[in-house]
């Protein structure tokens, strides 16, 4: 059982920037996948970012250029940074740990990201 914790959530003016963070309890260190997924109000939760056990990432276009997600596998977390934030990109911000070869999947509680002037 992996629990996820999320933090660096708030509120921030358009063109700010915030840093997100996932602490994982115990290790996920080459077994997991890691991912930011988000969720509006009305809309779908969405893949924001994910990287994998080899380090590989990939985006959603919408934050290419603007996020950037890293993992630190002797602390067990997992960051989020991102920079010229918009009011789209408001939302509730999830970590997601994906074990590989295997269907284990974990959610954290969520963080709030608003974006308003």
């Known amino acids: 059982q992996v629990q996820l914790v999320e933090s660096g959530g708030g509120l921030v003016q358009p063109g700010g920037s915030l840093r997100l963070s996932c602490a994982a309890s115990?290790?996920?260190?080459?077994?997991?996948?890691m991912g930011w997924y988000r969720q509006a109000p009305g809309k779908q939760r969405e893949l924001v970012a994910r990287?994998?056990?080899?380090?590989?990432?990939n985006y959603a276009d919408s934050v290419k250029g603007r996020f950037t997600i890293s993992r630190d596998n002797a602390k067990n977390t997992v960051d989020l940074q991102m920079n010229s934030l918009k009011a789209d990109d408001t939302a509730v911000y999830y970590c997601n740990a994906d074990r590989i070869m295997s269907k284990y999947n974990y959610w954290g509680q969520g963080t709030q990201v608003t974006v308003s002037s």
């Open positions: 990287i994998t056990v080899g380090g590989s990432t």
């Open positions: 115990g290790s996920i260190f080459s077994i997991y996948h």
